[in-house]
């Protein structure tokens, strides 16, 4: 336990925004597998996103909550396991401010692709579009600045983002337009909210030619 609690604090310390997304993922999951299952019933009873709710009976609120819910434990873990290793990434190089904004915008855009281009019948939860956003961001990073990544990580962001879309038309219920405003979202961030440098450089000091991470 005390093993778990260091690495939960490490991790806190240099990624605070994404460990509160983690931990608002997973919350809500089990709040929605305790209270009646992952049905489509309880999902948009919890704020799942379908369009006319929205656009006819102003849910506007739902754009933002679908963002937390998942269809399955299956679906939660995958996209916290994927948003635990990227988002961190990103975070760490961005700073969490410009973190928390592009996901939170790369969320809200995704949702406003399915609101207003999506089918009106369809339920779609997830976090998939905010971390397409991260992805997308990351990805234009590499090109941005690729002194900032080691060739073999660079390489590896450009192959995880195309596999990834690839994925998203190969696969049936995946939210084809929820991905694709994600990225496009991240994208367009990465433009306009890329510091000079790396946010983790600011936290060093240099005290007798010899630098230390102050957190």
């Not at 997304?21 to 309880?42: D, E, H, K, R, T």
Request: hydrophobic share 50%.
């Amino acid at each position: 336990m005390d093993q778990f609690e260091r690495r939960f604090k490490a991790y806190f310390t240099f990624h605070p925004v994404t460990t509160v997304i983690l931990i608002i993922n997973l919350v809500m999951a089990l709040l929605v597998l305790f209270s009646g299952g992952f049905s489509l019933q309880n999902l948009i009873a919890w704020g799942g996103l379908v369009p006319p709710m929205v656009t006819e009976l102003g849910d506007y609120y739902r754009i933002l909550t679908a963002m937390a819910l998942h269809g399955s434990i299956l679906h939660v873990l995958m996209n916290c396991y994927v948003l635990y290793y990227i988002g961190g990434h990103l975070e760490r190089l961005i700073g969490p401010k410009r973190y928390a904004l592009v996901y939170l915008v790369s969320g809200i855009l995704s949702s406003l692709f399915v609101v207003f281009f999506g089918a009106p019948n369809v339920v779609t939860v997830g976090a998939s579009g905010a971390i397409f956003g991260v992805m997308g961001f990351l990805l234009v990073l590499t090109f941005k600045k690729p002194a900032w990544f080691p060739p073999q990580i660079a390489k590896s962001i450009r192959s995880l983002t195309l596999i990834n879309l690839v994925i998203t038309f190969l696969i049936p219920n995946i939210s084809i337009l929820g991905h694709l405003g994600g990225v496009i979202s991240g994208a367009l961030l990465a433009l306009i909210l890329t510091p000079e440098e790396p946010d983790y450089l600011k936290h060093y000091i240099v005290e007798n030619n010899e630098r230390y991470y102050q957190a």
